[in-house]
């Protein structure tokens, strides 16, 4: 599976739009992009996932380049609830495994 | 359903003891089962999955083993624990699709 890389941490303000990135330049063609967070002391949530297409959710949008290196999740108006580590991943529906980088630690704000 | 039921929340357990920790899940039958751990402040390691009864894969060698006993039973488990075996383990179920895991909510494990 390929490797993704996201900021270690980011604040952002309540109500505003929280856009975490994610690059995964060694993505191949059938690797999907996926986003999980985890609040503190809990299990990871899903997110969202797509291939190349925008994706949009009740929880987030995933905006994913068109040569799909990278990718961004937006949290339209986060709330102090959103606060929480988010993971990107890149995986292949054929592979069994789910592997986690470190994310990125979301602050917001109040 | 994608419920999945993990036991103990916390524990505590001295350095030598041994540990089973276990989980069920709920849903379509044959699913694929996870195991990991995470360490105070670090990411999630993956330490072993299953993809049916029997069918064990271990991702890190070390001082645990795993079973799956039944459709919907995967067992985490220790003879003699370490220090270094204390952490947060989650357990989780991929969909009938394979195409997103769901976690349980974790057992935290303190090894003293």
């Known amino acids: 599976d390929a490797k993704t890389t996201q900021p270690p941490s980011m604040d952002c303000a309540e109500g505003r739009a929280a856009n975490l990135p994610c690059n995964h330049s060694t993505i191949s063609g059938n690797e999907y992009v996926y986003w999980y967070r985890q609040i503190h002391s809990q299990g990871p949530q899903y997110i969202i996932h797509g291939l190349k297409n925008n994706e949009t959710n009740e929880m987030a949008s995933l905006i994913i380049t068109e040569d799909r290196k990278s990718s961004t999740l937006i949290l339209p108006h986060a709330t102090l609830r959103d606060t929480a580590v988010y993971y990107c991943?890149?995986?292949?529906?054929?592979?069994?495994?789910?592997?986690f980088g470190t994310g990125t630690r979301l602050k917001v704000l109040a | 359903s994608q419920t999945i039921h993990q036991w103990p929340a916390t524990l505590v357990q001295p350095v030598g003891s041994p540990l089973s920790l276990e989980c069920t899940v709920e849903?379509?039958?044959?699913?694929?089962l996870y195991w990991y751990r995470q360490a105070a402040g670090r990411g999630l390691q993956l330490l072993f999955y299953s993809v049916g009864i029997g069918q064990i894969s271990s991702e890190v060698p070390q001082n645990l083993s795993a079973s799956r006993p039944q459709d919907r039973q995967f067992i985490l488990s220790s003879k003699k624990l370490l220090l270094s075996d204390s952490g947060f383990y989650l357990c989780a179920r991929a969909t009938e699709t394979n195409t997103e895991a769901f976690f349980g909510q974790g057992t935290r494990l303190t090894v003293v």
């Open positions: 991943i890149v995986r292949s529906p054929g592979t069994y495994k789910y592997i």
């Open positions: 849903g379509t039958s044959n699913p694929n």
